[in-house]
């Protein structure tokens, strides 16, 4: 059976990293001397008194997690992080509906991006803060910044790191997991700093440059301006923004490779990384040739603007520094392919992952040879790396459950009202972590607060699936999930 004392345990430790987070945001309030200094002070009092609640219920826990504590540990994380992650917004005033603030905490930990705020200009810098926090806590994993911090606190199990960690395939830098976490938490923190700091160099003030870096290395994309990035008209605050969301969208022990051992050769042997650069090139000219043909843009504003929305798009941040909506209708085509197929796993980007579509090529490779030599036996291998047939049942079990769920929360927004348009794109951003939709009714510049509740909820769920992949989510719905053998 489920080891609830162990979960009642961890899960009081992260209320209290969610309210040492909070400390910051009250900081933030003081120093801007606004009106929110008395919501983040009850929020993170009422977040450490239950954080003393819940150890108090898993005292005596012994640090030990089966494969079934993970998963619930893992998912619990995730929604209680969101549940007292919204008091601020409520306490404060600044979101009045309960299903409005879940729907904002839970876009912002999961790294969708999508808002429902109408107006984001009108929030304190503390509401500001905590949003862009939000996202960058969640950008590499909430329990995975545990394992960092507190590694005696799951026992160093890799049982959480699966169930939490993105991508069919797990590479490790270091046999000790929780070296392998600290590693990509230093590389991360090292990502943010020099994008805040290019951000600065390229003419944001200091606060906007933090905010943005967070969202940006995280691959979240809430804005702290109603334009997103289109609110600078900057080219080099748009290519600095293109350069970090595009290592984001690396794998983390890829960069670890490149950046700490210094081996560059392990970026041109990387299967995924060739097929991510491929992509981007390629989408890249093709939407700029459209720009530029179609829409009368001169050759580098044509260039910066389609690199800028292709990378944003497919590595699932969702920053704008243009008005999408008014692009060629195949470019919406082009950005909604990206945004399902995502950047590589072991990054910040949620979508399908190259990797996996990596794997796809090769089974049809594999197939088509099978007709011609129906003897022969093909493994399939990702960088020198045999997959096994487990591995590629589940690859198409994944496909099959994010085609099936995008076209349900579709059809169920269809007959809410919502155009048939916006409600595929909508369906299909949340459950790849991506946010902004590509018309006017929803996205960066009018919110998603003209949704009904009860498909803001269902947007709740699909985005949390979408950030845990699905089968950590879902395996707890099942009966044999619960059953004590």
């Known amino acids: 059976m489920v080891n609830f004392r162990i979960i009642w345990k961890i899960l009081g430790s992260l209320l209290f990293i969610e309210a040492f987070f909070m400390t910051w945001c009250l900081g933030v309030a003081l120093w801007a001397g606004e009106d929110d200094v008395l919501a983040f002070l009850l929020s993170l009092l009422l977040t450490a008194c239950c954080g003393f609640v819940f150890l108090s219920l898993g005292r005596k826990a012994e640090n030990s997690l089966s494969r079934r504590d993970a998963y619930v540990v893992v998912t619990a994380a995730w929604v209680v992080f969101s549940l007292f992650g919204m008091f601020p917004f409520l306490i404060h005033g600044s979101i009045t509906s309960l299903t409005d603030a879940f729907f904002e905490t839970m876009s912002g930990f999961t790294t969708t991006g999508a808002s429902i705020i109408d107006d984001v200009e009108r929030l304190p810098h503390g509401i500001l803060f905590w949003r862009s926090l939000m996202q960058w806590i969640g ?9 960092a911090i507190l590694p005696s606190l799951v026992g160093g199990s890799v049982r959480v790191f699966a169930a939490e960690a993105t991508g069919p395939i797990r590479a490790k830098m270091h046999p000790r997991l929780t070296t392998n976490a600290k590693w990509i ?54 290519y600095v923004s293109i350069l970090f969301q595009f290592l984001s969208g690396i794998n983390f022990t890829l960069l670890y490779m490149v950046l700490v051992k210094m081996r560059f050769s392990a970026l041109l042997k990387n299967s995924e990384f060739k097929l991510y650069i491929f992509v981007v090139v390629a989408a890249t000219l093709w939407v ?42 195949v470019t919406w085509f082009i950005l909604g392919m990206l945004m399902y197929l995502g950047a590589c796993a072991g990054s910040t980007s949620g979508g399908f992952k190259c990797v996996r579509s990596v794997m796809m090529l090769k089974v049809l490779r594999n197939n088509f040879r099978q007709i011609l030599h129906p003897s022969a036996v093909l493994p399939v291998k990702v960088n020198g790396q045999s997959i ?69 909820w269902l947007l709740c769920l699909l985005m949390l699936m979408g950030r845990l992949e699905i089968m950590t989510v879902l395996v707890l719905f099942t009966r044999s999930f619960w059953k004590e053998n």
């Open 288 to 329: 700029a040739s459209l720009l530029f043909t179609r829409m009368d843009y001169d050759l580098e504003r044509a260039f910066r603007n389609a690199l800028f929305q292709v990378v944003s798009f497919m590595t699932t941040t969702g920053m704008f520094n243009d008005e999408v909506g008014q692009w060629p209708h």
């Open 185 to 238: 938490w230093s590389i991360y923190l090292l990502l943010t700093l020099a994008c805040a700091l290019s951000f600065w160099l390229a003419g944001m003030d200091w606060f906007s440059a933090t905010n943005y870096s967070m969202t940006t290395t995280a691959t979240g994309g809430f804005s702290i301006h109603n334009e997103s990035l289109a609110f600078f008209q900057s080219a080099s605050i748009d």
């Open 139 to 147: 950008g590499l994993g909430i329990v995975f910044f545990t394992i």
């Open 388 to 456: 096994a047939q487990s591995k590629l049942v589940s690859l198409l079990a994944f496909f099959t459950l994010t085609i099936l769920m995008m076209l349900f929360t579709a059809a169920l927004m269809i007959i809410s009202g919502v155009d048939n348009t916006n409600a595929v794109v909508i369906a299909l951003s949340s459950v790849s972590n991506v946010g902004p939709s590509l018309s006017n009714h929803v996205g960066p510049v009018i919110s998603w607060s003209l949704l009904p509740d009860y498909v803001k």
